[in-house]
């Protein structure tokens, strides 16, 4: 494959994106105000080649968590903006990735069976599946929405490659990050790019130095509880401790702080550093991220693990060579 271009505007995404993908356009501005003549330049099209779009809007509009309050979210309706584009330039395939909620929003939000209906309206041939990336190599128990269209014929999802019925057991946490030096709570690694560890508080790192690998916040001590603890038992994974030997839970934009999910270090008293989260969403060390932590973790957070981008991308090739 070949990258042609990339949309966004969020402008430190976009500065990660011109540097990793150095021969491809990149239009910094909200997709909404976009026209779809404007791409016709930046798309070039040769006759025997066969043009993808990839596209999703933000998953939090569509989590589980945050179903309620963001029922008024407009980031919503930016997966209807994909089909201004599609109804212009025709690509031969599309791909959208997201979380399982999605197709599971309120009717009134039923955003996503829309664009469905509309694809297959222009003559595509249109599935959907829920994925484990952890089947394609990811180091991750991450649930996505897979979305494969064609208008070239049928349409095939790739078969797992790790776990049960294959020759590969599903990837853990150590085979990822386990070579990377160790650093402190607040520290970044003078030679490893984007090996930089959110700060702690001293109870907080009182806390995870009372956290087993694999813990929770139910191996605390009692004076190291919180009270909005004591009679909830649901979210469970906070403030949690990832195993060595196992797949990581799914990352989200907030995955390098210790409080919002299962984010700390398998041996080290702190949260995984952006580089580490990185290597669990299967970037490759090379791969340089920019902007503030917070920018970051949300990049990280938002990709498509590059194995499950790279495991459908190899379907979408091969799919090309059947036309």
């Known amino acids: 494959m070949q990258i042609a271009l990339g949309i966004d505007c969020d402008v430190a995404a976009a500065k990660t994106y011109v540097e990793n993908f150095p021969e491809a356009k990149f239009i910094c501005k909200d997709i909404r105000r976009i026209s779809t003549r404007s791409l016709d330049e930046k798309i070039i099209r040769r006759p025997g080649e066969f043009l993808l779009f990839a596209a999703c809007a933000p998953c939090q509009p569509f989590s589980k968590q945050r179903r309620e309050q963001r029922r008024n979210d407009l980031r919503a ?20 990735e997201n979380v399982p909620g999605m197709q599971n929003a309120p009717q009134e939000e039923r955003i996503f069976h829309r664009v469905v209906q509309r694809l297959q309206a222009m003559g595509y041939i249109v599935e959907s599946r829920i994925v484990e990336s952890r089947v394609y190599g990811v180091p991750q128990r991450r649930r996505r929405l897979a979305v494969m269209a064609s208008r070239m014929g049928s349409v095939s999802f790739p078969k797992p490659t790790h776990g049960p019925g294959t020759r590969k057991a599903f990837s ?53 509880r919180l009270r909005c603890h004591d009679e909830y038992r649901g979210h469970s994974d ?19 702080s210790l409080s919002n999910g299962r984010f700390g270090h398998p041996t080290q008293n702190r949260a995984i550093s952006v580089r580490e989260a990185a290597s669990l969403q299967t970037f490759d060390r090379s791969f340089i991220f920019h902007g503030n932590l917070t920018s970051m973790a949300r990049q990280v957070g938002n990709a498509v693990p590059v194995f499950l981008a790279r495991a459908f991308g190899r379907e979408f090739v091969a799919m090309a060579s059947r036309c």
């Open 77 to 96: 309706t930016l997966l209807g903006q994909v089909l201004r584009f599609i109804r212009r330039h025709k690509p031969h395939f599309v791909f959208f």
């Open 238 to 256: 906070v403030y949690g401790r990832m195993r060595k030997a196992a797949p990581a839970s799914g990352l989200t934009t907030r995955c390098i």
């Open 172 to 224: 853990t946490v150590w085979e990822w990050i386990g070579d990377l030096p160790p650093i402190g709570a607040g520290q970044s690694h003078p030679r490893v790019p984007n090996h930089r560890a959110a700060g702690l508080s001293a109870l907080n790192s009182r806390r995870i130095a009372a956290t087993p690998p694999g813990g929770s916040r139910a191996d605390w001590p009692r004076r190291l």
